[in-house]
C-alpha cells in the first residue's frame, strides 16, 4: 500500500513538473517578445476607470442664443468665417474652463480661438495652445474607424465581412455574433446592447458571450470599437486566432491587440500625418490639459491617467493640431486611405455620429466627453463644406447644463452662412 503511494506521488510529481515546463516554454513563445513578468503585471480593469463616464452621442442640448439673423439664401452659399469665429467665442467664452479651437481650409489654419485654462492655476497655470494634448475620448473612435478601413482594403476584406472569423478563439461566441460585421462595429449597429461605458477586455469577452441579441440595431456602445483592436491585431498577423497560453491567454491578448493597435495608427496613420508620439497616457514631454468642473471654482483638475485599456472605443491623447493634421491628410492628401475612400467612409457614417445636411453641403462630426465626478474633458471634430476642418476642444463641461459643443456648432455654423447665386 504505503509503496503504491508513494509510487503515485512520484507520478503525480512528474505529471506537475511536465505540465509546468510544458507550460514554461509556451510563455517562452509568447507573441510580441512579451515576458511572462510583463503579462502578470498587466492589469485588464484598472480600478481608476471604474465609474467613467464616457458620453460619445451626448443630445445636442443648447441654451438660447442670439446670433446673426439667418440669410434668405439661394444657391451654393459660403461661410462667413469672421462671423463663424466670433459668434462661437461669444457663446462659449464664459461657459467653460478653457478650449483650443482651429478651423482650416485646404489643410491651411484660417481662423484660431485659445481661451483661458489647460491647466488652472491651482494646477500651476497653463493657458491652452493649439498643441495641448487632452483626452479626446470618443473622437478616438474616428481613428479606429480610418485604421480599420485601411486595413480590411489593404487585406481585400469586406466591410460587410463577419467579425466571428477573426474573434479569439477561444471566447464563447453567444446568439447573432455570427451575424455581426465589420461595418456594423463602425456604426454601432452590431447589437451589442451593454447599456454602459465600459470596454475592457473582460467586458467584452463577456458582451461577446452574451451574443449580440439585437444585430442590425443601432446602440451606442465604446465596446464596438474596443473589439477592433482585437479584430485589427489578428488581421494584422500581430497574434494567431487560435493563440492560447493556459491561464495567460486573456492577458496576453490584452497587451498585445493594445499594441497592436497603437503601433498601426502610429505607422499608417499618425506619421503620415506628421503627429509625433501619439499616446494614451500623458507625456512629460507635451503640454496636458486636464479636466475640470465648470465653474472649477478654485478646484484641482483631474488627469485622466493611462486610458490603453479603452483602446479603440477612446484612449488617444491629441491636440487640435495633432487632429487636423490626421484630417487632412485623411480627407485630401492621399498618404492615409485612398483617393475617394475618404468621402465614402464619411457618407457611410464609419466612426462619424451625425450627418447634417445644411444649404452649403453635410456637416460630418464626431464628438467625445470623458467625465468623472463632475469634471470632464469634451472634443467635437467637423469635416465642413468648402475644404474645411473643425476641430474644438475643452477641459470643461459647458455650462451648468452641460451644453453640447456640436449643437453649438452646428447651429453658429448656420447662423454664419451667406451668399449664393
Not at 312 to 330: I, N, Q, T
Request: net charge positive; glycine share 10%.
Amino acid at each position: 500500500m504505503k509503496q503504491s503511494i508513494f509510487s503515485t506521488a512520484v507520478k503525480s510529481f512528474f505529471a506537475t513538473l511536465a505540465l509546468l515546463i510544458a507550460f514554461q516554454a509556451q510563455a517562452q513563445q509568447l507573441p510580441g517578445g512579451l515576458t511572462t513578468q510583463q503579462v502578470n503585471a498587466h492589469v485588464i480593469d484598472p480600478v481608476e476607470l471604474r465609474g467613467v463616464i464616457s458620453d460619445g452621442e451626448e443630445p445636442e442640448r443648447l441654451r438660447p442664443f442670439v446670433g446673426r439673423p439667418r440669410l434668405q439664401i439661394h444657391g451654393l452659399p459660403k461661410l462667413n468665417v469672421n462671423g463663424f469665429g466670433q459668434d462661437l467665442h461669444a457663446r462659449i467664452k464664459d461657459n467653460v474652463t478653457g478650449y483650443a479651437m482651429q478651423l482650416r481650409k485646404n489643410g491651411a489654419p484660417i481662423y484660431t480661438l485659445i481661451w483661458n485654462w489647460a491647466k488652472t492655476p491651482t494646477d500651476g497655470g497653463q493657458g491652452w495652445k493649439i498643441d495641448t494634448r487632452m483626452h479626446v475620448a470618443s473622437v478616438s473612435k474616428y481613428i479606429t474607424a480610418v485604421a480599420m478601413v485601411k486595413l480590411l482594403d489593404s487585406k481585400g476584406i469586406s466591410l460587410d465581412a463577419k467579425i466571428i472569423n477573426y474573434l479569439p478563439a477561444h471566447w464563447v461566441k453567444g446568439p447573432k455574433v455570427n451575424l455581426v460585421t465589420f461595418r456594423q462595429l463602425l456604426t454601432h449597429t452590431s447589437g451589442f446592447a451593454s447599456n454602459s461605458s465600459q470596454s475592457n477586455y473582460n467586458f467584452m469577452k463577456q458582451m461577446v458571450a452574451a451574443g449580440a441579441l439585437t444585430n442590425g440595431s443601432g446602440d451606442y456602445e465604446n465596446m464596438n470599437f474596443g473589439i477592433c483592436r482585437l479584430l485589427l491585431a489578428v488581421i494584422n498577423g500581430n497574434i494567431p486566432q487560435n493563440f492560447n497560453a493556459g491561464p495567460l491567454t486573456d492577458q496576453v491578448w490584452d497587451i498585445i491587440s493594445i499594441n497592436a493597435y497603437k503601433n498601426y495608427c502610429q505607422t499608417f496613420i499618425f506619421n503620415p500625418a506628421g503627429v509625433a508620439n501619439a499616446s494614451f497616457v500623458p507625456l512629460p514631454a507635451y503640454k496636458n490639459a486636464l479636466a475640470y468642473k465648470f465653474p472649477h471654482n478654485g478646484e484641482k483638475g483631474w488627469n485622466s491617467g493611462d486610458l490603453s485599456s479603452m483602446a479603440g472605443g477612446a484612449a488617444w491623447r491629441l491636440s487640435v493640431d495633432d487632429l487636423l493634421k490626421v484630417m487632412d491628410h485623411v480627407r485630401r492628401r492621399n498618404t492615409i486611405l485612398q483617393a475617394g475612400r475618404t468621402q465614402q467612409a464619411l457618407d457611410a457614417k464609419l466612426g462619424i455620429d451625425v450627418i447634417k445636411p445644411t444649404p452649403a453641403g453635410n456637416l460630418y462630426s464626431k464628438n467625445g466627453s470623458w467625465s468623472n465626478g463632475g469634471r470632464s474633458e469634451k472634443s467635437v471634430i467637423f469635416f465642413m463644406p468648402e475644404g474645411m476642418e473643425l476641430v474644438v476642444l475643452v477641459s470643461s463641461k459647458v455650462g451648468a447644463d452641460d451644453d453640447s459643443i456640436r449643437g453649438i456648432v452646428q447651429e453658429i455654423y448656420l447662423d454664419n452662412l451667406q451668399g449664393g447665386n
